[in-house]
T-cell receptor, first 110, second 110 residues
């Protein structure tokens, strides 16, 4: 079955700097890769996603890249702000099952 | 649309008690699921359903039952609560790959 590994588990960056979180997956049949943000005490919410027929997708300060050959995808946040502090989860899906990474706690230092 | 609605938000149970966590969605999604999230951890799939009358086990199904008599509702039953079931529980529904979460139920078993 699918396995998703996420790194790092904790990431601390200076406000204004960029943050990169990386995930690898094992099932070449996976075709959908979402990223969720979970603020403390809140539900996970979708921030960006990418499908296997696309290599990169951007939405303002957030971008996701996908390398199908290497089976890895990454979340890039530029110009980080205090409100970016949260736990970020990646996931991989092959139509029905969504397999989650373990999460990355992003800390934005003032 | 209210989205995915979970009740209650908080619950304290004594060991051995049973209870049902309610989940309803008004988006006509076929796929619904239940996750648990332990402190500082990722999301683990308990049970899921691909449509009314169909349920299946996820990664950690022991101690939990589900049913899906209608498209809208997907209750999770704890048969005999144990301290190991202390967690935050999220119900979710999915359509066209995107997963939407309820606000969560924080359950403590003493």
């Amino acid at each position: 079955g699918e396995n998703v590994e996420q790194h790092p588990s904790t990431l601390s960056v200076q406000e204004g700097d960029s943050a990169v979180i990386k995930c690898t997956y094992s099932d070449s049949a996976s075709n959908y890769f979402p990223w969720y943000k979970q603020e403390l005490g809140k539900r996970p919410q979708l921030i960006i996603d990418i499908r296997s027929n696309v290599g990169e997708k951007k939405d303002q300060r957030i971008a996701v890249t996908l390398n199908k050959t290497a089976k890895h995808f990454s979340l890039h946040i530029t110009e980080t702000q205090p409100e970016d502090s949260a736990v970020y989860f990646c996931a991989a899906s092959n139509d029905y099952q969504l397999i989650w990474g373990a999460g990355t706690k992003l800390i934005i230092k003032p | 649309n209210a989205g995915v609605t979970q009740t209650p938000k908080f619950q304290v149970l004594k060991t051995g008690q049973s209870m049902t966590l309610q989940c309803a969605q008004d988006m006509n999604h076929e796929y619904m699921s239940w996750y648990r999230q332990d402190p500082g951890m990722g999301l683990r799939l308990i049970h899921y359903s691909v449509g009314a009358g169909i349920t299946d086990q996820g990664e950690v199904p022991n101690g939990y039952n589900v049913s899906r008599s209608t498209t809208e509702d997907f209750p999770l039953r704890l048969l005999s609560a144990a301290p190991s079931q202390t967690s935050v529980y999220f119900c979710a529904s999915k359509a066209r790959s995107v997963t939407f979460f309820g606000q969560g139920t924080r359950l403590t078993v003493v």
